[in-house]
């Protein structure tokens, strides 16, 4: 098993995933929650000082476990990691220790030759969840009508992976690996994008929006200046950079706070959970989502990106 076989095998099984599941592939951010709730798994949220998921089996009710204490995004790769394992039918392994850095096309030999002989049984299971993961959460269409949100005909900068990656919910580093999969970026240049401290990103963005950022840990800066119909999933902590025409619209939705405001944008943080809710403005309209962090078991009648309290403002 190489890589290019592990992304092959990947894509067929979240191919067949999203079609057994009902996920629709053509919007952002695919909700791998409720995915796996449709599974039939149980989906736990819950610290865990060593592990970044696991796929589990307890009188014969199966499961995924989940560490709460990572980030949106890590959460996520590795919600849809675990589900990928269920997919597979690799069975549940207390003992395994799922990484979901680990092994990339670097390590594990891009090309066929590279990586004969090197990947035991147990890398070859880790590798075939985490190209199921970046599949499932980033299948083609998902994709394209994230960058026709941003208005990019390509991604052509770290600055347009990241804002990519925001829309997708997924990390940044597996946004730009992904990206190769697709055709859509070379690999040299998802090589030195993924090497761009987000935090940087993070820190120049939030400075245009008028706010100088004490820590970029755990928090994202989304940058909807020029960016109308978004689907926005956002987290307690992150700031919406957004066009001056929505300060009103801001001002009146519970959950969010203005920070700054200029003449072009107006800067809001995410203080509190919000229900899926539009954001309306007479030059521009989004629906925004803010997500707590998790715990504890998974309810879909509890999930705020399904809009049971719909608001409008
Ligand atoms: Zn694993």
Redesign the pocket.
């Not at 970044?52 to 796929?55: D, E, M, R, T």
């Given at each position: 098993m190489n890589w290019a076989m592990a992304n092959r095998l990947g894509h067929i099984a979240a191919t067949k995933a999203h079609g057994r599941l009902g996920v629709d592939v053509s919007a952002y951010p695919v909700n791998v929650s409720k995915a796996i709730d449709d599974a039939g798994l149980a989906l736990m949220r819950r610290p865990m000082p060593r592990l970044?998921?696991?796929?589990i089996e307890a009188n014969g009710n199966r499961g995924v476990m989940v560490n709460s204490n990572m980030t949106r995004a890590t959460r996520r790769h590795t919600a849809a990691?675990?589900l990928?394992?269920h997919e597979f039918e690799?069975g549940a392994d207390p003992g395994?220790?799922?990484?979901?850095e680990v092994p990339t096309p670097a390590t594990a030999g891009a090309s066929p030759n590279r990586a004969k002989g090197r990947i035991g049984a147990q890398g070859q299971?880790?590798m075939c969840?985490?190209a199921f993961a970046t599949w499932f959460l980033m299948p083609r269409r998902a994709v394209t009508a994230a960058m026709e949100t941003l208005g990019i005909q390509r991604v052509s900068s770290p600055v347009d992976s990241y804002r990519l990656s925001l829309l997708l919910g997924t990390t940044h580093r597996a946004t730009c690996r992904h990206l190769v999969n697709l055709r859509m970026v070379a690999q040299d240049d998802c090589e030195s994008w993924a090497r761009v401290q987000p935090g940087r990103l993070k820190r120049a963005l939030a400075a245009e929006g008028g706010v100088t950022l004490a820590t970029t840990f755990d928090m994202d800066v989304w940058d909807l200046r020029n960016v109308t119909g978004a689907r926005v999933e956002a987290s307690v902590g992150d700031l919406l950079v957004l066009p001056a025409a929505l300060t009103v619209a801001a001002k009146g939705v519970a959950g969010l706070a203005v920070v700054a405001a200029g003449d072009s944008t107006v800067t809001v943080e995410c203080v509190a959970a919000v229900n899926l809710t539009d954001l309306l403005g007479s030059t521009a309209g989004f629906t925004v989502v803010v997500h707590d962090r998790p715990f504890g078991l998974y309810l879909p009648a509890v999930d705020l990106s399904l809009g049971e309290v719909e608001l409008t403002s």
């Open positions: 970044f998921g696991v796929y990691h675990e990928g394992h690799h395994r220790e799922c990484s979901i299971v880790e969840a985490e």
